[in-house]
């Protein structure tokens, strides 16, 4: 057996699904899978999750990124969150982004569900955009977990279930294979 080297950076999408389904992290990702992601990370979270990495040590890198960026608390924009992927693409490595979802709800009661999904769509863009220039892969989230409905989220409406991760590790699996075949 090849083991793969994967390193999860972002934000909690990654981090609860490593901390919180094992048994779907290691055949996807490996045991050696090393988990960065944290629980409302934003663009501006990268450079620490990252720190002094070389990415081309890593098979592959799988981000999750996006979502908490429409949060007013992060101080986050259209233009910060693109110089602050770019900055980590620069550094090369082979790349996968989960392109983020529109959400069911949101954790702020301040903010509508309407314009966090409108500022997560912008992210989104950008993020494939730049993943795809990079010669990374980018998987589109919401299609690839949409025959599930409302049951792809968790009671909060923004966080994953189980079953959405079913839908969505496999398609990453094949997506690290792909990526790590690349020179």
Not at 34 to 43: L, V
Not at 160 to 176: G, H, M, N
Request: glycine fraction near 10%; include cysteine.
């Amino acid at each position: 057996m090849i083991t793969m080297t994967v390193l999860l950076l972002g934000d909690s999408n990654l981090a609860q699904l490593n901390d919180g389904l094992p048994d779907l992290v290691t055949p996807a990702f490996g045991a050696d899978a090393e988990c960065r992601a944290a629980g409302g990370a934003w663009s501006g979270s990268l450079r620490q999750q990252l720190g002094d990495r070389k990415p081309s040590d890593y098979d592959a890198i799988v981000v999750s990124i996006g979502s908490s960026d429409s949060h007013p608390s992060k101080g986050s924009s259209p233009t910060i969150f693109r110089e602050n992927l770019s900055r980590e693409l620069e550094r090369g490595g082979r790349w996968i982004a989960l392109l983020p979802r529109s959400l069911a709800g949101t954790l702020d009661p301040a903010q509508s569900v309407e314009e966090v999904n409108a500022l997560i769509r912008v992210y989104r863009a950008i993020l494939e955009e730049l993943i795809n220039a990079s010669g990374g892969i980018a998987l589109d989230t919401g299609a690839i977990t949409e025959s599930l409905g409302p049951e792809a989220y968790d009671t909060d409406g923004v966080h994953l279930t189980r079953a959405a991760y079913e839908e969505l590790v496999p398609e990453v699996a094949k997506a690290i294979d792909a990526v790590s075949q690349r020179p």
